[in-house]
Nanobody
Framework: QVQLVESGGGSVQPGGSLRLSCVVSGRSVTATTLRWYRQAPGKQRDLIATITANDVTTYTDSMKGRFTISRDNAKNAVDLQMNGLKPEDTAIYYC???????WGQGTQVTVSS
């Protein structure tokens, strides 16, 4: 049974940073493509970044420069480092496994002064 569990969300002031983590069980993160998405209230779920089994990373244009996706093979996890956070980054952040179409439960990020 493949499961994805996100953590690391919380409340932060504008300009702050957070590091999200998605721990995967049931499959090695080195053998699959993983993605981070986010969904703000009343809006569609948007793709943030992708990391492939070959370590190729891609980002949605609007997310480039502030967000970094990476794998932590020791934890069997995929992380999302977020810097320079803005109020419009407030959303629920989800981890997704391509191929098996598996989603995590999401973690809330709130950016507010």
């Amino acid at each position: 049974q493949v499961q994805l569990v996100e953590s690391g969300g919380g409340s932060v002031q504008p300009g702050g940073s957070l590091r999200l983590s998605c721990v995967v069980s049931g499959r090695s993160v080195t053998a699959t493509t993983l993605r981070w998405y986010r969904q703000a209230p009343g809006k569609q779920r948007d793709l943030i970044a992708t990391i492939t089994a070959n370590d190729v990373t891609t980002y949605t244009d609007s997310m480039k420069g502030r967000f970094t996706i990476s794998r932590d093979n020791a934890k069997n996890a995929v992380d999302l480092q977020m810097n320079g956070l803005k109020p419009e980054d407030t959303a629920i952040y989800y981890c997704y496994m391509y191929g098996l179409d598996k989603w995590g439960q999401g973690t809330q990020v709130t950016v507010s002064s």
